[in-house]
């Protein structure tokens, strides 16, 4: 028997709907069916693999160790196949295929708006979308196949399967306040520092947190006992600007902030957070020319920048 005629994309959607939500009820609503029918198709691909891939755990389910194991394999073969879709639907129209880039915050308050006006000055054609959001949603959405690359730090090695990093620069997390806080401009930050004025840090699961942990465990610092987590920069901006706050970031995200001297970094020893900064792609995904113009304008960028 032919895998064709028993094996169907609608299958490959509901298995990768379904391991992302960990809820039939939840997949049924993303895919617009009914629970029936979501039910229906898992038990037909499980019939096609001759394995149970979804098995129930609590009060609801998770996948199996089968499961786990086809899990990327679906990913894959349901990206590539909405590639090649886009990819011919899109050579009707001049400017190609829309390019659909993931921004993580340290690349988004300058490299990549940097880079897609240079490529506009440039008159090379594309299309482009840029989403922002943590390392853990866009690296998903990659390996969906809803964005083409992500850019920014280099994410854990083990969310790595069937992504590649192309490395562009290496920067480190830095401590900053405003200009006119009342710690800018000291030779040295008191032990009480983290105590006495609202801190600001990269949230739990950020690609930086662990980074973050270990500089505070190494200088022999307390974490903050309240500090506010965030990833937004629009947030953190705001509230440093507007209330005193010290903000543990990634220089990236405060790049342009220091330029204009509303921010200062204060003098923090953060020499072991230095990591690479670069963009994802999934290995079996042959670029657009849009997205591999996108790719190498980010590597004149650096090198404009001072980056690279």
């Known amino acids: 028997m032919r895998l064709s005629s028993v094996l169907k994309l609608r299958h490959l959607e509901v298995f990768v709907e379904v391991a992302?939500?960990?809820?039939?009820?939840?997949?049924?609503?993303a895919l617009g069916m009914t629970q029936?029918?979501?039910?229906?198709?898992?038990?037909?691909?499980?019939?096609?693999?001759?394995?149970?891939l979804v098995e129930?755990?609590?009060?609801?389910?998770?996948?199996?160790?089968?499961g786990e194991l086809f899990r990327d394999h679906a990913g894959r073969s349901l990206a590539l196949a909405r590639d090649g879709v886009a990819l011919l639907r899109g050579m009707d129209e001049a400017e190609g295929p829309q390019v659909a880039i993931g921004a993580l915050p340290t690349v988004a308050a300058d490299l990549v708006p940097d880079t897609l006006a240079q490529l506009r000055r440039s008159g090379a054609p594309g299309r482009f979308m840029v989403m922002s959001g943590d390392n853990q949603y866009l690296i998903d959405q990659l390996r969906r196949g809803r964005l083409d690359v992500v850019v920014g730090r280099m994410p854990a090695p083990e969310t790595m399967a069937g992504i590649g990093f192309d490395p562009l620069y290496r920067e480190r997390?830095?401590?900053?306040?405003?200009?006119?806080?009342?710690?800018?401009?000291a030779s040295h930050l008191p032990p009480a520092a983290f105590e006495d004025y609202p801190v600001l840090m990269p949230s739990d699961g950020s690609v930086i947190r662990p980074l973050v942990e270990r500089m505070f465990l190494e200088q022999g610092l307390a974490l903050p006992r309240y500090p506010?987590?965030?990833?937004?920069?629009?947030?953190g901006r705001r509230f440093v600007l507007a209330h005193q706050a010290i903000w543990v970031i990634s220089h990236g995200v405060v790049r342009p902030d220091l330029a204009a001297g509303t921010m200062s970094v204060l003098p923090m020893n953060t020499a072991s957070t230095l990591g690479p900064v670069g963009f994802c792609a999934r290995l079996e995904h042959r670029l657009s020319p849009a997205a591999a113009r996108f790719c190498e304008a980010l590597r004149s960028t650096c090198a404009g920048q001072g980056l690279a």
């Open 20 to 29: 992302r939500k960990m809820s039939v009820t939840q997949a049924a609503e």
């Open 36 to 52: 029936p029918a979501v039910t229906r198709a898992l038990r037909e691909l499980e019939q096609v693999c001759g394995k149970p």
């Open 56 to 66: 129930k755990h609590g009060r609801g389910i998770r996948l199996s160790s089968y």
């Open 173 to 185: 997390v830095v401590a900053v306040a405003a200009r006119g806080h009342p710690l800018a401009g």
């Open 228 to 235: 506010v987590e965030t990833v937004s920069s629009s947030f």
